[in-house]
């Protein structure tokens, strides 16, 4: 049962679901069925909105507000022909109508044409009283076209009008990042502070950019004045906490990030970086058991399943190193960093079936660097499958077309497998490289340069 003091609109709401359940008609006005429409789709119940929808229009039909509410709903569920419509019939009955024009730009905004909808919405802009809303819409269009020029000029408008706008300051800052323009992303966030002082987001995000410029100290002076606004918010504790990291301060980065975790849910970063901070000072075990609350809370933490692997083999325990690795694709099966260091494990225990299956997904995720090929191709050579090393040595020779070291292992394939004339068209590649032959070696002792 809806409750009727949990909305002014309460009574309205009420008085139409019980119109609904008794299946009696009742008169309500046309504003009131715009009341209950907007209600339903605001808490996403679109099912109820299109009754009320329905009988509205019974009782009101060309009431344009009515139809201008199913148009919105038709492009919500993408019955972009049917929106277009039905604006028609809206602009014959009340031409220059707002409304109508940013309901179009929003259409050809989903259809990416996202210059038309820009010349929608500045001819609402001409028609508004109220350009706050149409500011943002073309500040998100330009956005999308990577205007950010244009973009920027928007969203400090908005700004202007309510230097609150958060949405619209990460906006504009984003703007200026693309731009290059820190001096004017400092200068934005200084005059938001002029007029609020206390806005504990301004001074985090100045503070953010003074860490990127390497202006450290007065980075952290940003983010203690944003926790003197703000004394719970996590993201100045989180990020006063990287840098005093970074800056080998490394005791009160330890401090930062524990006050962190006591003002939100501690997150597996949190737990993270503790765990890091301690492997730092030489606190092994206190680090490893940071990084497994880190992981036992979020097993899809990448980053502590590789520190926690990176740990093991700096400790020369290979063994464990592999069981992370294993417990961590488990939960990140689609990780090209765990599958990657999966074969390089592998690979060093010379256990080269299982290097060649793991470099093999971890080039089918997209990691195409120069060693998972040679490392790839050197397991198929020492479990001298010839065929399927050359197979896979001439798809790296597509992205390493001038590199000796993926020449000399193909032309060396060629060569086991009798193939002498293939062999030699790499010579060029790497016949100065003495090196590379001498690594060679024990793969194709008999393989001979022409000079």
Sequence with gaps: MYDDFSDPSGPTISKFEQMLKSDSIQFFDAQEFETIVQHYLDFGQNNMAKRALKLGLE??????????????????????????????????????????????????????????????????????????????????????????????????????????????????LYCYEQLENIDEAIVVLNEVLEEHPYCEVAWHQLGKIYTQTERYQEALSAYDFALISDDTFTGAYVEKGKLLEQLGRINEAIENYEIAMQTSDPGGFAYHRIGSCHLQLGNKQLGVSFLKKSIHLEPHFEKSWMALIDFYLKEAHPEKALYHCKKGLQANEDSVQLWKKNGEIHFALTQYSEADYAFENTIALGNYELDSWTQWIDSLLHLREWNKALKIGLQAREFYPETAAIAIRVAGCYHTLGKKDESQYFNRAFRKDESLLAQMALFFPNLVVKS
């Design 59 to 172: 009782q009101h039909p060309n009431n344009i507000e009515l139809l201008l509410l199913k148009s919105e709903l038709f492009i919500f569920e993408s019955k972009l022909p049917k929106a277009e419509a039905l604006l028609d019939l809206i602009d014959h009955l009340t031409p220059q109508n707002e409304e109508v024009f940013l309901q179009r730009a929003n259409i050809f905004s989903k259809r990416k044409e996202h210059h038309k909808a820009i010349t929608m919405l500045n001819r609402a802009l001409l028609l508004t009283e109220d350009p706050l809303d149409v500011w943002s819409l073309l500040g998100m269009e330009y956005l999308l076209v990577e205007n950010f020029e244009a973009a920027s000029k928007y969203f400090k408008l908005c700004l202007k009008e309510s230097p609150l706008d958060y949405q619209s300051l990460y906006n504009i």
